[in-house]
């Protein structure tokens, strides 16, 4: 068994459900690698402690550049805020260690191309964490769909949905904020949630080719909390775009922090000549099957899979069938398949040259939202 010494920079959310996956990673999964953590992160220093604390870590940094620096990190593994993430990833490549990214991959893609450039040229390990494709539904999905069974595809839609920032008086920028603010987001819903809803439409139904777009800032002005004053909002609270796909089918997809209700409602659902796909995350454990083709029309309809069975994706690594898995887990599948990859010499998706493209079409996007017209995304896969 190899070590895996880990240096994970931002103590946040993604921090947390990094250094689950890392603590969990060989209970579960049989590799030839464990986790160590070795060093943890933060400009917060008090933060980082706890953290360290609360997660085995062995010592604690305030500065990235320390962990670039030390003989004793293989792999770092960014969890701070998208405009932090192009200076440490390179600096991290050009050190030689692996790394491993938060979505979106970069503030644009003239960022996220120098980082693919990096990492690259460095020849490291790569892999940025849109961890929703490793949802057991949705892999199971993407099975379905390689093996024929919904037929040529028609329509792809996709929402996801939250309501966290009605309210005017929620500031921008700063501590837990910082995505109001697009210095340091690049994008609002686009490249914060629409990025994973695109990486799971390249993964299901490939290429997105070119796209129309209207995007939404309700709220027009925020105190920044940082400066303290009043500032222009710079994201799109809101955005609605429709994408046609190399293979034909149309897509739509739509994404708002402005939804009622909703606190991460991300659904897909992909209709084909031969059969249908629908997931909800709210009920993460099911995916929806329309049989067509092969069916008997008394008995056709809907059917709900519940993703339990030790056949469907990752689950002979947890319970007995039936009983459920959750989010976090997502995490750990998706670093378990980076290290399984490093293993094998066939490196787990998506890496960085991946994630570039759902980049492109977050670019075309809130390109396509300025100028109201159709808009190349350029996608290479
Ligand atoms: N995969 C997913 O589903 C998912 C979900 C949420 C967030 N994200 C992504 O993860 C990243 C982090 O988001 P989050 O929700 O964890 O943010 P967060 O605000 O909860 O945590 C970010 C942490 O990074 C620290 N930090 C900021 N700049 C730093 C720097 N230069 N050096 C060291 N530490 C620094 C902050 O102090 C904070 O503790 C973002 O890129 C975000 O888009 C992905």
Wanted: with cysteine.
């Amino acid at each position: 068994m190899k070590d895996l010494r880990v240096g994970l920079i931002g103590c946040g959310f993604m921090g947390r459900t990094h250094s689950n996956a890392h603590r969990r990673l060989n209970n579960f999964f049989k590799l030839g690698h464990r986790s160590v953590l070795k060093a943890i992160c933060d400009t917060n220093a008090a933060k980082a402690s706890a953290f360290a604390e609360t997660w085995g870590y062995e010592r604690v940094e305030t500065d990235w550049r320390k962990l670039m620096e030390a003989g004793d990190i293989d792999l770092v593994d960014i969890c701070v805020p998208n405009f932090a993430h192009k200076e440490i990833a390179i600096a991290a490549a050009k050190a030689g260690k692996m790394v491993i990214c938060e979505k979106p991959l970069a503030l644009n893609v003239a960022e996220a191309r120098e980082m693919v450039d990096a990492v690259e040229a460095a020849g490291v390990p790569n892999l940025v964490m849109f961890n929703y494709r490793r949802v057991p539904a949705i892999t199971l999905a993407r099975q379905l769909i390689d093996k024929g069974r919904i037929g040529r595809p028609f329509h792809f839609r996709a929402v996801f949905l939250q309501d966290w920032t009605i309210s005017a008086d929620v500031p921008q920028g700063g501590d837990a904020l910082w995505r109001l603010d697009v210095k340091a987001a690049g994008s609002g819903v686009t490249g914060d949630l629409l990025a994973h809803n695109i990486d799971c439409a390249l993964y299901l139904n490939g290429p997105i080719t070119r796209v129309v777009a209207r995007t939404e800032t309700f709220v027009k002005e925020r105190v920044h909390q940082l400066t303290g004053k009043v500032e222009p909002v710079g994201i799109d609270d809101a955005c609605i775009f429709i994408a046609e796909f190399a293979n034909g089918s149309l897509g739509v997809f739509e994404s708002t922090r402005y939804a009622r209700g909703h606190k991460a409602l991300k659904t897909f659902e992909i209709n084909g000549a031969d059969g249908s796909l629908a997931f909800n995350l709210e009920e993460m454990e099911y995916l929806d099957y329309f049989q067509y083709a092969g069916s008997d029309s008394d008995t056709r309809g809907w059917r709900r899979i519940h993703v339990t069975n030790s056949e469907h994706p990752y689950m002979d690594k947890y319970w007995v069938p039936g009983l459920v898995i959750g989010y976090e887990h997502s995490f750990l599948n998706t670093l378990a398949d980076f290290v399984a990859g490093i293993e094998s010499g066939s490196p787990a998706q998506p890496n960085f040259r991946t994630a570039l493209q759902t980049q492109k079409v977050c670019e075309a996007v809130l390109q396509s939202a300025k100028t109201g017209q159709w808009t190349e995304t350029g996608v290479e896969l």
